[in-house]
């Protein structure tokens, strides 16, 4: 994610046991926007990561994350979990 909007990027991802997280949405600029807001709105937790997010974006939506991933977002899961976990 970027502050300027019209560079935002945005990249949602889904786990649901088995398996790896999915793409769901993706978006730059408006859209990329329009995806950390509403992601906002639902309380879903936010992580500023512009070169996971970059490498997350190439992959097609619904498709699981690719095992060269698995590191990167799983140190982002973990941030997230261990924050919400805090609150």
Same mark, same amino acid.
């Given at each position: 994610?970027? @502050?300027?909007?019209?560079?935002?990027?945005?990249?949602?991802?889904?786990? +649901?046991?088995?398996?790896?997280?999915? %793409? /769901?949405?993706?978006?730059?600029?408006? %859209?990329?926007?329009?995806?950390?807001? %509403?992601?906002? &709105?639902?309380? /879903?937790?936010? &992580?500023?990561?512009?070169?996971?997010? +970059?490498?997350?974006?190439?992959?097609?939506? @619904? &498709?699981?994350?690719? +095992?060269?991933?698995?590191?990167? /977002?799983?140190? /982002?899961?973990?941030?997230?979990?261990?924050?919400?976990?805090?609150?």
């Amino acid at each position: 994610m970027s @502050d300027a909007p019209s560079r935002t990027l945005a990249v949602a991802l889904h786990y +649901e046991s088995p398996g790896a997280p999915r %793409v /769901v949405a993706t978006g730059r600029g408006y %859209v990329g926007q329009r995806i950390i807001d %509403v992601a906002r &709105e639902n309380g /879903v937790p936010l &992580e500023q990561n512009p070169a996971l997010a +970059e490498a997350l974006s190439t992959i097609p939506l @619904d &498709e699981q994350i690719p +095992e060269q991933l698995y590191a990167a /977002v799983a140190q /982002v899961i973990g941030f997230i979990l261990r924050n919400q976990t805090k609150r």
